[in-house]
């Protein structure tokens, strides 16, 4: 099973929207709502974000929103602040009782 | 209040094995979903291994045959035997669970790492 597919990088500024995306095959994102983001600040671990493509655990700012289209999930972060700064990670689950990660997006407000 | 306190990393040879464990408190490991992923140094996540609620076990092509996921109830701790290990499995390695979130395929608690180094 091969990573899931993020950008680098983005980038954004202080009070405004970021989109990372996560793109799959038609066999993991595309076949099962099950699309998680987390988000890992360094030396830390990480922290789930979303789950099952849209639901956020308690605790976690509105601000974090996640949706999918097809084989791609996303994680949109509106009303970017400085502590959002961080390493983004989506997750899927691919069937067989089995999950794969996304290489990572790397989040910087300017 | 949930906790996971993994313990159990350090040096290890090439060829050699490790177990590393994770200590669970504030909810009971056999009723939940739990899991291992690991984070080579520098690199992103990479799941290793899931045991579930009812005792089914997985993990990825990269670790099938050499790595094995267990729990003990009576001590309310998970496990990851590590055998036959090589230097790409140097990384930290975290515990983690679904606690609050929908009961599979994502984890929303977790332990700080601990590092496992396969090193001559």
């Known amino acids: 099973q091969s990573a899931l597919t993020q950008p680098r990088s983005v980038s954004g500024s202080p009070g405004q929207s970021v989109t990372i995306s996560c793109t799959g095959t038609?066999?993991?994102?595309?076949?099962?709502?099950?699309v998680s983001w987390y988000q890992q600040h360094p030396g830390k671990a990480p922290k789930l974000m979303i789950y099952?493509?849209?639901k956020r655990p308690s605790g976690v700012p509105d601000r974090f929103s996640g949706s999918k289209s097809g084989n791609t999930g996303s994680l949109t972060i509106s009303g970017l602040q400085a502590e959002d700064e961080a390493d983004y990670y989506c997750?899927?689950?691919?069937?067989?009782?089995?999950?794969?990660f996304g290489g990572g997006t790397t989040l910087t407000v300017l | 209040e949930v906790q996971l306190v993994e313990t159990g990393g350090g040096l290890i040879q090439p060829g050699g094995s490790l177990r590393v464990s994770c200590a669970a408190s504030?909810?009971?490991?056999?009723?939940?979903?739990m899991g291992w992923v690991r984070q080579a140094p520098g690199q992103g996540l990479e799941w290793v291994s899931v045991?579930?609620?009812?005792?089914?076990?997985s993990y990825p092509d990269s670790v099938k045959g050499r790595f094995t996921i267990s729990r003990d109830n009576a001590k309310n701790t998970l496990y990851l035997q590590m055998n036959s290990l090589r230097a790409e499995d140097t990384a930290v390695y975290y515990c983690?669970?679904?606690?609050?979130?929908?009961?599979?395929?994502?984890?929303?608690?977790w332990g700080q790492g601990t590092l496992v180094t396969v090193s001559s």
């Open positions: 045991i579930y609620a009812g005792g089914h076990t």
């Open positions: 038609s066999s993991d994102v595309g076949d099962y709502d099950y």
């Open positions: 983690a669970t679904n606690y609050e979130s929908s009961g599979y395929y994502s984890f929303d608690y």
């Open positions: 997750c899927s689950y691919v069937g067989y009782y089995s999950l794969v």
């Open positions: 504030g909810f009971t490991v056999s009723s939940h979903y």
């Open positions: 099952d493509v849209t």
